[in-house]
Nanobody
């Protein structure tokens, strides 16, 4: 599966952005989808993930209550609604897909990655 992420940009603290990630192919529903981020000089971090049917979502503690992950299987797209953004949310955000049923928080379980979209939150 090929993934194309979009929606990043520059926003002031307290603002909102919605990231989108569209997958190619007809098997989108076979994949759990995740969002991860990586800030300069830091390791890749888990942000949020959603199961293939959409019934299960998991979030990093740092984004709970602010970010919402969702998916539209008819459009082969996963979204990350980001509200109440903070300067520490600044990073490149990547969407990823995995067919395995193992740990949705573990980036090493995801073999398929999009190109990343930059989110910059100014103070």
């Amino acid at each position: 599966v090929q993934l194309q992420a979009s929606g990043g940009g520059l926003v002031q603290a307290g603002g909102s952005l919605r990231l989108s990630c569209t997958a190619s192919g007809r098997t989108f529903i076979s994949y759990d989808m995740g969002w991860f981020c990586q800030a300069p000089g830091k390791e890749r971090e888990f942000v949020a993930a959603i199961s293939r049917g959409g019934g299960t979502t998991v979030y990093a503690d740092s984004v709970k209550g602010r970010f919402t992950i969702s998916r539209d299987n008819a459009k082969s797209t996963v979204y990350l609604q980001m509200n109440s953004l903070k300067p520490e949310d600044t990073a490149v955000y990547y969407c990823a897909a995995k067919a395995s049923v193992y740990n949705m928080r573990d980036w090493t379980q995801y073999p398929n990655w999009g190109q990343g979209t930059l989110v910059t939150v100014s103070s």
